[in-house]
């Protein structure tokens, strides 16, 4: 399926839109880390034919800092460049808002996210330590490995 992304407006969720958290979830695991921060964020989604396909989620940090605290795709729709795409999205967002730099954080077993977000020129500043096994219920697993430490990447935009 060609998705033509390049013409496609991502928008900004109303507040009283409902919140996509079949979306969310997939890049964070536990209803109640979402919740720490997706009420003082801006949810931004992509949508098709009235069906949201991705979502990304932007909150700010200081004056001219703003994370991606989570950034998701349909499972049937990964792997077609629509992450990449809302990257550049983002990225662009917070420009236009005036925000000089970019943070995104992933785990160190999540080495998909970590090749992306590299190859969109974020680049690797800090580790947040035990992240995972302190501000999660249980263990999560990925690629077979213990999720331990959140790696946390930066991005210069302006
Ligand atoms: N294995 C290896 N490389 C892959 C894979 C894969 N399964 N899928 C895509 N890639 C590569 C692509 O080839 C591309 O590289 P290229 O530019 O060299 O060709 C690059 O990764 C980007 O691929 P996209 O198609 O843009 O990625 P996608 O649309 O799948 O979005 C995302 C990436 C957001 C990580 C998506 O897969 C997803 O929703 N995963 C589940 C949720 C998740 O893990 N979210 C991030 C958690 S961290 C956070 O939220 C801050």
Do not use: C, W
């Amino acid at each position: 399926m060609n998705l033509d992304l390049e013409s496609k407006k991502v928008r900004q969720l109303g507040k009283n839109e409902q919140i996509p958290y079949d979306l969310l979830l997939l890049a964070d695991e536990a209803m109640e880390a979402i919740n720490k921060y997706i009420y003082d964020s801006d949810i931004y989604i992509l949508e098709i034919e009235n069906k949201i396909l991705a979502v990304y989620v932007l909150q700010l940090l200081k004056k001219d800092e703003i994370e991606i605290k989570n950034i998701a795709v349909d499972k049937d729709y990964q792997g077609q460049g629509i992450g990449k795409f809302l990257l550049r999205d983002a990225t662009n967002k917070a420009k236009e808002q005036g925000f000089k730099t970019m943070l995104i954080g992933t785990s160190n077993a999540s080495f998909k996210q970590l090749y992306i977000y590299q190859k969109s020129g974020f680049e690797i500043y800090d580790i947040k330590e035990n992240f995972y096994i302190n501000n999660y219920p249980k263990p999560i697993y990925e690629n077979g490995l213990l999720l331990k430490h959140m790696i946390m990447l930066r991005k210069t935009i302006a």
